[in-house]
Antibody, heavy 123, light 108 residues
Framework: QMQLVESGGGVVQPGESLRLSCAAS????????MHWVRQAPGKGLEWVAF????????YYADSVKGRLTISRDNIKNTLDLQMNSLRVEDTAVYYC????????????????WGKGTTVTVSS | DIQMTQSPSSLSASVGDRVTITCQAT??????INWYQQKPGKAPKLLIY???ILQTGVPSRFSGSASETEFTFTISSLQPEDIGTYYC??????????FGQGTKVEIK
């Protein structure tokens, strides 16, 4: 059974750091790109970052560039999000999601999601 | 950057009704629109990818279609378990992804 389990959320003050992790199981983790997506309280979904299957390229939303860093360990089957210089507006539930590439069309979609971990940035 | 305008922001319909949600996307990006369902307190779930392909295991009352810049998501016969918020999503050639604002679906 394919599963993603996030951890590492908590309450921090503005300017502090936090590291989120996502543990993958039930599929060949090293074959898939991975995303972080977040959802602020009462708001919609916001894509945060994407990392290719081998970690060779990383992509970020403008709102987090330079502060959040996505990484992965294909031996441990884990995806991480290092969050530095946190702001109140980073408060959200953070989801990791598997990227599925449709090789025929070139389309990408997110087909497996974790349940999320909550980050609260408050003074 | 991709601009996506999803409408309506909310709707209320009766069981058995046909429900339609639209997303206006940035012209010329691509046809790779995906649709997700999110129930309260839960993670999103993929329903449709590449504008019209039904994800495995998703009921056939859900469908998607595309015209030049407008993408449509339809529930042919609304069921009580379909309540939740629906999002469209597109990605661009620079590999950044954008979600629509969401449509909250309720039962009348």
């Amino acid at each position: 059974q394919m599963q993603l389990v996030e951890s590492g959320g908590g309450v921090v003050q503005p300017g502090e750091s936090l590291r989120l992790s996502c543990a993958a199981s039930g599929f060949s983790f090293s074959d898939y790109g991975m995303h972080w997506v977040r959802q602020a309280p009462g708001k919609g979904l916001e894509w945060v970052a994407f990392i290719r299957f081998d970690g060779s390229n990383k992509y970020y939303a403008d709102s987090v560039k330079g502060r959040l860093t996505i990484s992965r360990d294909n031996i441990k089957n884990t995806l991480d999000l290092q969050m530095n210089s946190l702001r109140v507006e980073d408060t959200a539930v953070y989801y990791c999601a598997r990227d599925q590439l449709n090789w025929r069309s070139g389309g990408h979609y997110m087909d497996v999601w974790g349940k999320g971990t909550t980050v609260t940035v408050s003074s | 950057d991709i601009q996506m305008t999803q409408s309506p922001s909310s709707l209320s319909a009766s069981v058995g009704d046909r429900v339609t949600i639209t997303c206006q996307a940035t012209p010329g990006i691509n046809d790779y629109i995906n649709w997700y369902q999110q129930k309260p307190g839960k993670a999103p779930k993929l329903l449709i990818y590449d504008a019209s392909i039904l994800q495995t295991g998703v009921p056939s009352r859900f469908s998607g279609s595309a015209s030049e810049t407008e993408f449509t998501f339809t529930i042919s016969s609304l069921q009580p378990e379909d309540i939740g918020t629906y999002y469209c999503q597109q990605f661009d050639n620079l590999l950044t992804w954008t979600f629509g604002q969401g449509t909250k679906v309720e039962i009348k």
